[in-house]
């Protein structure tokens, strides 16, 4: 079955570049059939969905963070990665990668879900 | 865009039935599938129902959800509640091409 896996740095300092990587095992990226999401859980908080990619390379993101966030695929380490750029304190939150699966152009689940990383913003 | 808008908590005793509400602003409940999802205290969240109403293979037939268009809204039902249920459950839907979370529920089962 298909597993997710989040890896990055857990400390980032403030105005630097965040920067995670998704490992997927079980299964393909280059496949097909399936985008490939971060989400983001603040502490104590609710979930907000960063932004998907396909394994072509085409992505979406939340307009909200649209202006500083790049997600990419390398599929042939099966990977695909997140950047935010220009973090604060209120980045700071708990990053988890996940499959997103469709419903054609009706809706969208994410299933499975990695662990999740916390990612702390501080100088 | 539209917003999910779930209750803050709600609390039922075991073997009771609960319902855990989902309210979109805008737009027609309808229009896009509504997914509910289980997080434990420490996990990741977990699909409990997918596609309004569907169950993922090994989540138990004490969870059902549905939609109700009149008040524009989806419901998850837990019954027979079991203690192992306590956990916050957020719904989640899309329109064009966003994805939007309610803001959660914390489920006590006391």
């Keep these: 079955q298909v597993q997710l896996q989040e890896s990055g740095p857990g400390l980032v300092k403030p105005s630097q570049t965040l920067s995670l990587t998704c490992t997927v095992s079980g299964g393909s990226i280059s496949s097909g059939g399936y985008y490939w999401s971060w989400i983001r859980q603040h502490p104590g908080k609710g979930l907000e969905w960063i932004g998907y ?11 909200s963070l649209k202006s500083r966030v790049t997600i990419s695929v390398d599929t042939s380490k099966n990977q695909f990665s997140l950047k935010l750029s220009s973090v604060t304190a209120a980045d700071t939150a708990v990053y988890y990668c996940a499959r997103d699966r469709r419903f054609g152009e009706i809706s969208n689940w994410f299933d499975p879900w990695g662990q999740g990383t916390l990612v702390t913003v501080s100088s | 865009n539209f917003m999910l808008t779930q209750p803050h908590s709600v609390s039922e005793s075991p073997g009771k039935t609960v319902t855990i509400s989902c309210t979109r602003s805008s737009g027609s409940i309808a229009s896009n599938y509504v997914q509910w999802y289980q997080q434990r205290p420490g996990s990741s969240p977990t699909t409990v129902i997918y596609g309004d109403n569907q169950r993922p293979s090994g989540v138990p037939d004490r969870f059902s959800g549905s939609i109700d268009s009149s008040s524009n809204s989806a419901s998850l039902t837990i019954s027979g509640l079991k203690t192992e249920d306590e956990a916050d459950y957020y719904c989640q839907s899309y329109d064009s091409s966003n994805v939007v979370f309610g803001g959660g529920t914390k489920l006590t089962v006391l």
């Design chain 1, 53 to 63: 990619i396909y394994y072509s390379g085409s992505t979406y993101y939340n307009p």
